[in-house]
């Protein structure tokens, strides 16, 4: 059975609809003329509820709704478990993130990796990915839903897959600061940005935010 690719493409910002391939991204950073860009850490652009009412899935098989994570800053990035060594490396990167707020985790900020491969990533695979690498994943949500709503995630992002019979998946390395309304604070470039540079950006978040009642 040949497998379908999926394009993840960018639009924002002004720069071309190009494939986001760890190639296109340096060019996209090149392109973006930010005092932070050589970090890659950028402002936000992007002015949509990124935390919509969709119903997505986590690892354990719960549903879970997007929109009821609002409250307290979310920090996304997107994933595929078959990917062979982009999404690994990010997700390490997201795991420092994890370990170095570690006594913040869960109660001040949330954690989400949404698989960009739907129709092959079902909870069974996500935990698998988990277990293989060791994440703690007491305040990470890994989620999986129905190709349609990955879509329209992805739209509210400004990222968009597109499928092709070529049998790869390709990755996103975008990383992104949510508020606590859904809207983005902050955008990254996973592929260059250290993971001091999120947690200190997410220490700032939540040094403006209210601590919630013990």
Known sequence: MTT????????????PTIAFRASALAFAVIAF???RSKTGAYEAFNQADCLPAIALIDQNGRHVTLSS??????????????????CLLLTQKMARLAAGLASQAGS?????????????????RLSGYIKAQGIDTKSWLFLTGSPVNIDRLLTDFQLRRRRD???????????????????ELREYDGAIVKASTIISDLQEVLAGQPHAAR
């Open 4 to 15: 379908m690719t999926i394009r993840i493409e960018l639009r924002r910002r002004g720069w």
């Open 33 to 35: 003329s930010a005092c």
């Open 69 to 86: 994570l609002k409250g307290k800053p979310v920090v996304v990035d997107f994933i595929y478990t078959s990917c062979p060594g982009p």
């Open 108 to 124: 001040r900020f949330t954690m989400l990796s949404i698989t960009v491969d739907p129709e092959h990533d079902g909870p069974t």
């Open 165 to 183: 019979p070529d049998g790869s998946v390709e990755h996103i390395s975008g990383v992104f600061v949510l508020g606590p309304d859904g809207h």
